[in-house]
Structure formats: C-alpha cells, structure tokens
C-alpha cells in the first residue's frame, strides 16, 4: 500500500511539473528589439537599470521575445570595415556581442552581455567565470572571422528601423520615437501596460 501511495505521489508531481512545463512554454510573448551599441553610456544604463532587472529580476524574460542588435550608429565604410561611434573597441566589443547572441541560448547571451556592459573593456572572461558558462565557441567565432562578417546581420536589420539615436526599442516590431524616452526610463512600467494591452493579462508585480 505504501509503495502504490508513494507511486501516486510521484505520479501526481510528475504530472503537476508537467503541466507547469506547458504553461511556461506557452506563455503569449511580446516582442522587444534593442538596438544598441556596446559602449554608448545610455545603452550600458539602460541595458543594466532597466532592462536587465525587468527581464530578470521582475522575471518578464518568460514574457518577452527579446532581440538584442548589437550594431548601433556603426556604418559600413568604403573598404568593408565596420566604423564604430565609440571607436574600434566598440566595434570589437558588438562583435562579441553578436558571437555570444549567435552561441548561446538567448538567457545565457543576456546573461552575459548584461555583465558585460557594466564595465568599458572586454570582460567576458570574467563574466563567464561568474555564470560558470563555457565560452570557447564564443571566443572561435569572434578569432576565425571579421567583425564586419560578425555584424553584418546586424547592421542589415538596423538600418531597416529609422531612429535617432540608441538605445532604440521596438515594441511589437515597432519603433516609436515618441515612446522611447519613457521606454528608456520606465521600461518595466511601459512594458507591462503594453503587454496587459497587447494580451489582457496583468502579469504579476506589474
């Protein structure tokens, strides 16, 4: 008898954890695109101020279909080189960026891009060392190609969104100028009245 209980127990919580499983996965998601550039100062605030702890702390990653464009005010220069606003670590540093976006599941690429930003010079080592996260594909990416190679998708899907400046955040695939000082500022607001408008849920701590 104990051991048929112990059975239906177990059942039961397999059951329950699977259900929890589905719900996760089929969570409705809101679509969010960063545009932005490694070494911009109001990138690196909003990404580590308003971005990260939405995403993470508030726990809206489950809610949000994320893209991060690591490419910013960058152009395409004459030779085929990528010209950076912040100079040539800038571009170095995007081109990380993309590798790690191109390599990693989405929440380990945020993870550590966050990490990243809070500092001007690469520190991917330490990031890596801190989430415990093998970067040696990363690290291939980056040694066997250009940065211009790295960043080209990303320039090609920046210069599909005219804005003004970056951060740039498009909401739903849509970029408003007139929202982005308030997206800049309270992103965790905005985002949870636009997605209660978008859904009609309210989703919890909002």
Partial sequence: MKSFFLYFLLLTFGFLCGIAKQNHRDN???PITLYYEALCPYCRRFVIQQLHPSMLRMDRLRYTDLMLVPYGNAKLIDDGDV?????VNECELNAWHACILEHKSFEVAFKLIACMMRGLKNRLDSCATRFNINVSD???????RSIADI???YGDETAEVAFH???????DHVYVEDDQ????????????????AKFNIRLPNC
Wanted: charged share 25%.
């Fill in 181 to 196: 000082s308030n997206l800049s500022d309270n992103f965790d607001a905005v985002f949870c009245g636009k997605y209660e």
């Fill in 83 to 87: 010209s950076c606003q912040h100079g």
């Fill in 165 to 171: 400046g970056v951060p740039a955040i498009a909401v």
């Fill in 151 to 153: 960043l080209k998708k």
């Fill in 28 to 30: 409705p998601k809101l």
């Fill in 138 to 144: 990363v690290k291939r990416c980056k040694q066997s």
